[in-house]
Every structure is written in structure tokens, then in C-alpha cells.
């Protein structure tokens, strides 16, 4: 009898086992869909990636809880992924510590050990373009968020797609915008670069330097420095002795901090910062030299809209996670999220072909996302040909969009004040 009734037990869960989580084969209906996330949770970027997570998990809770109040949004009305019987996304994450050598072995950990059928990240684009090396030899599918290196999708990769704006896409903007302050008879003929020296300030400040040159302005210095080093002053003394009309700065948010502080030491006041997002947009940097860096240009992609919309709904959710309000990084690393979310679901299948497949077809229209791109679309690179970006400025304790025209909600405050009268 004993023999029997084990058989018979072997026969009923036999169908729950053979439906059991494959990463390669598929899940069962109800089994959590793994997505693996890599950021830089500790270090010197640690309070970037930090908020980056909180907004992925806001993310995971619109799709994985019911949000009738959001029905543009894909996945949000109802609860789960439909197409896979209402199954729930599980966030598994792994800390870089931004370090690309740590990025690589952690995403073969993830790919290998926690069996994730999809990976996202990874901030610092010097770390992107290595772990997701991985992620192609190992054909799992990769979302980029935020990291806005153009080598990263530039290598013919396939598995690889990136949902934000890139380097060329923000050269373009500041042309946009310096052009039209000439026009409204500010003069602005000369600039200065200032970047850090690893992938993202490199390939994001060179292309800068093309466009503003391509585009008649004068490049009097371009300086490369070491990111997170403790004394920029040598730096700050070259942008003194060039006096140059505008310098822009592609920095990480420790160093955005320091050469605040250092221009505030040195007296140093050029009549327009302009800082590409990342250390500018981390809201420890409004937290740290908010007072001292008035009227500072930043980029961004984000606006927490009208009481009642989806982004304003959203902003209040991170809200309550955080304390503070989504910033433009966190809100690009949550689109992209949302993005692969929707390519799984529409995928149908947890296997990383059909994931892929469904992200080469994504066609997204705005109304259906949170960002301010022109829609999601992506070319045979993996590159979102529809993403686009605003130009902010800061007014107080928080950036106000001031361009382009159609979509400003402040004047632009001329010259750059540094310290707050």
C-alpha cells in the first residue's frame, strides 16, 4: 500500500515538476520571471545607484501590482505579466562597486547562478560596455537604462538595447539650446570641456568637442581629469586663465560636488555651467552645493508632470520609497525597466530569444511611457532612435525645464549666480 500511494503522489506532482523555472525553456505560469539589475550600490557612485534601484523596484511594483490609474502604461492597469499567467517580476541584484572587472563576473553569476532570463544596467558606462560583453557571449538579453557611451551599442552586439539618449543625442541638444541663447542676445562664442577620464566622459566629451566645434564655437580647453580624485584647483585655475563662455562638465556626482566647492573657493564664476545629467542630476548634488551651484544647465528627460498624471503618480510612489523626488538617471533607468518588462510580456516565454525578438519589434508611442522621448523604437544596433532630451536649469532646490521652447516651464536665468542671492 505504501508503494502505491508514493507512486501515486510521484504521478500528481509530476506535472508541477516539469513545469518548474528553466531560464533557457521557459517558466511556468506562475513561476517569478527573474531580471538581474547590476549597479554601483556602494563606493563613490553608490548614492546614484542606490536611487537607480529604488526606481527599478517602483518599476517592478507598477507591473507587478494593479495601477487602474495608469492605463497608458504598459503592464500597469493590471497586475503581472498577462501573457505569462499573471506572473511577477523578481529583481535580483548584484553591486559593481563600479568596477568593470566586478561588472562582468557578476553578470556571469547572475546568467549562471541565479539563472535571471534578462539583465539591466549598469550606470557608469565604462562598466556597461564590459559586463555586457557577457551578456552577448552568453546570449541573454541587456537593457541599458542610463549609460550613454555610443560604443556600447556600437559593436554589432545583438543582444544589447539601450532606451536613452547617447552622447551624440546631447551634443545635439546643447548646439540646440546654445544657439537659441545667442539668439536671445546672450553671447556665448567660447566653451570649455571638463570630463572624466573613464569611458562615459571620454566618448561623451569628445563628441561634444566635434559638435560645438562642427557647429562654429570656439573649444579653448577640453580637460580630462581622474574621476573621484580630492583636488580639482589645477583644473579650475586652466578654466580661469581661459575664461571661457560656457564649460561643460561630464561628471560623476563626487566630482560634481568638488569642483562646485573648488569654483566657490577659487572665485571662480563662468557665466554658464552646463553638467551632462549623471553627478548633476544625483539629488545629493542639490543636497550638497544646491546653494552654491544656482542656475547650473543639466539635462533631462523627466518631468513629474500634473497632479494626477502617470508621471506625477509615479514620483509620488518613488516619493514614498525615498523621501525625495524621482531624478532624471533613476526615471531612465526605470523607463528602461518598464521596457523590457513589456518585451517579456509580449515575448509570451521567459526564453532569452523570444525576449529578444520582442525587443527589436518594441514600438512605443509617448503617451505610453514615463520619460520625455519621442517614443521607443530601436534600430538594428539596439539604439532607441526616438530618445531625445530636455535642458533644465536650476532654480532653488530643483531643476525647471527651459528648453526647448515648446516644453519650457521657466525663462532661462542668465548668467550662471553660484552662490544664491
Known sequence: MRRVLVF????VMAPGMMLGPAARDGVSAQAPV???VLLPLSGNAGAAGQASKAAIEVGAQVVNEAHPEMPALPLAAGAGLPRLGGARIQLVFADHQGNPSIGQSEALRLITQEHVVALQGAYQSSVTFAATTVAERNEIPWMVGDSSSPKITGRGFKWVFRTTPIGPDFAAAYAGFLADV?????????????????E??????????ERMTKDGYQVVAQIPYNANGTDVSAEVLQLKEKNPDVVIFVS???DSILYMKTFKTLSYQPKMVIGDDSGFSD???????GTIAQGAINRSAWSIGRPGSATYRINEMYKAKTGRDLDDTSGRNMQGFLVLADAVNRAGSTAPEAIRKALAETNLAPRQLMMGYKGVRFDATGQNILASTYITQLVGRDYVTIWPASAAQHALDWPFKGSQQ
Not at 182 to 198: F, L, Q, S, W
Not at 283 to 289: G, I, L, N, T
Open 34 to 36: 527573474k531580471v538581474g
Open 283 to 289: 539629488p545629493s548634488f542639490v543636497q550638497s552645493v
Open 252 to 254: 560623476y556626482t563626487s
Open 182 to 198: 545667442n539668439k536671445m542676445g546672450h553671447p556665448v562664442k567660447t566653451v570649455a570641456i571638463v570630463n572624466e577620464n573613464t
Open 200 to 209: 562615459y566622459g571620454t566618448s561623451v566629451g569628445g563628441g561634444i568637442h
Open 8 to 11: 501515486l503522489a510521484v504521478l
